[in-house]
């Protein structure tokens, strides 16, 4: 079973529980550490209003993440337990599929408990607690998105007896970490990976060489991503609702057999049913492939 991550091994490391979890053990965080978290805030939040959804928006309120250094977990599950049964559990890092999906079936969400060092600022391969809290949290303050996200970890354990976890995997990609919605103002952000970085924040919405393509459930489990760099392809949903209601009420056995027998779409292409939002130039692709 491949996902994005290979490098996962399937024991715990010393000192983590069976379930992977670990002490956040808020009190060890150095001012070194807290200041690299305040960095990244400031950067991202004066970015992001008339970027970011408003749901993810007023998940920043609810939650208080204002609130300067590393969220204390003791202060934040108990605002995001009041809002949605949701809470954020330490994890040292990447966590194999089964785990993964059964903390998220549970209403826990892990979050990889060390952030980036300066070196890092712009772009690093594994989630640390900045894109963990930031960039997937505030959504999980909404009720519906909160809804979302438990079916999906179930889904994500019901993917693996089909040997489907590819396909699910790339229907997070495209939502959880970088989904696009139509809201009255224009296009915004609701995927962590866009909203915890600066530049894809801007490049998501403002460039005209992505893709921009109106979401399809088939269509998005069928289509390859790429995990080392600004997506080729963003997929736009219309609502949470939307979101929730196709994939809870499709039941996807029959839609993992249809796409194991057809091939992956090949990442920046169109199908003639896709609803073209941007036909995207792909020049930032093109340019970086040199
Ligand atoms: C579902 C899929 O396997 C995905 O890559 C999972 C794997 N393990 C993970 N583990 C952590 N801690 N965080 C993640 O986002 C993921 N993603
Ligand atoms: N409906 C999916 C489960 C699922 C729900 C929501 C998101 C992702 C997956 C299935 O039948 O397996
Ligand atoms: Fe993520």
Do not use: C
């Not at 760099?229 to 809870?248: A, E, G, K, P, R």
């Amino acid at each position: 079973m491949e996902s994005q991550f290979t490098h996962v091994h399937d024991t715990p490391p010393p000192g983590a529980a069976a379930d992977w979890t670990i002490s956040q053990n808020w009190d060890a965080f150095t001012a070194d550490e807290h200041a690299m978290w305040d960095r990244l805030f400031a950067r991202q939040s004066e970015m992001l209003p008339g970027r970011a959804a408003d749901a993810f928006l007023r998940g920043i309120d609810v939650l208080r993440l204002e609130k300067p250094g590393i969220p204390d977990y003791r202060e934040l599950n108990a605002r995001l337990m009041a809002a949605t049964g949701w809470q954020v559990i330490a994890v040292p890092g990447l966590v194999p599929d089964e785990v993964f999906f059964d903390h998220l079936a549970n209403r826990r969400f892990p979050a990889g408990n060390f952030i980036r060092t300066p070196q890092q600022l712009d772009y690093l391969q594994e989630p640390d607690v900045f894109h963990d809290v930031f960039g997937h949290v505030p959504m999980l303050a909404d009720p519906v998105f909160a809804d979302y996200m438990v079916a999906y970890g179930e889904g994500g354990l019901r993917s693996l007896k089909f040997d489907a976890l590819k396909q699910l995997a790339r229907l997070y990609w495209y939502t959880v970490e970088f989904g696009l919605i139509r809201e009255a103002g224009g296009l915004r952000i609701y995927g962590a990976g866009i909203v915890s970085s600066f530049a894809e924040s801007v490049f998501a919405l403002d460039s005209d060489s992505p893709n921009r393509i109106g979401f399809d459930l088939a269509r998005v489990m069928r289509t390859d991503y790429r995990i080392d760099d600004f997506q080729q392809n963003y997929f736009v949903i219309n609502s949470l609702d939307q979101l929730l209601d196709t994939t809870v009420n499709t039941d996807f056995a029959p839609l993992y057999a249809k796409n194991a027998a057809l091939p992956p779409i090949p990442i920046a292409d169109f199908l003639p049913e896709d609803e073209v939002i941007t036909r995207g130039t792909q020049e930032y692709a093109l340019a970086k492939s040199g």
